[in-house]
Nanobody, 120 residues
Framework: QVQLVESGGGLVQPGGSLRLSCAAP????????MGWYRQAPGKQRELVAT???????NYADSVKDRFTISRDNAKNTVYLQMNSLKAEDTAVYLC??????????????WGQGTQVTVSS
């Protein structure tokens, strides 16, 4: 069972910052596109940001210019720096590793999720 271990969630005031971390096994991390998704109560899971093993990034429009995804290939860890947080950023944030699969093309691993609550 592959485990993605997330940390860094919590309660923050509007306008504040948080940094999420996600550690993955090296054999998975090195070949995966790493990403962060989020799911708010009553809403569908949505993409927040992804980063390839070459460092190319992609962001949801709602978080562009506020959030930054990065990866440390030596530590097998992906980060999400979240600045200027808004109430609508409140959600469970899930780490994702998307790797090639010889039969189905791509395969996803998920973390257990970490709660981010933005409230005064």
């Amino acid at each position: 069972q592959v485990q993605l271990v997330e940390s860094g969630g919590g309660l923050v005031q509007p306008g504040g910052s948080l940094r999420l971390s996600c550690a993955a096994p090296g054999s998975i991390f090195s070949i995966s596109v790493m990403g962060w998704y989020r799911q708010a109560p009553g809403k569908q899971r949505e993409l927040v940001a992804t980063i390839t093993n070459g460092g190319s990034t992609n962001y949801a429009d709602s978080v562009k210019d506020r959030f930054t995804i990065s990866r440390d290939n030596a530590k097998n860890t992906v980060y999400l720096q979240m600045n200027s947080l808004k109430a609508e950023d409140t959600a469970v944030y899930l780490c994702n590793a998307n790797r090639p699969h010889s039969v189905i093309g791509r395969y996803n691993y998920w973390g257990q999720g970490t709660q981010v609550t933005v409230s005064s």
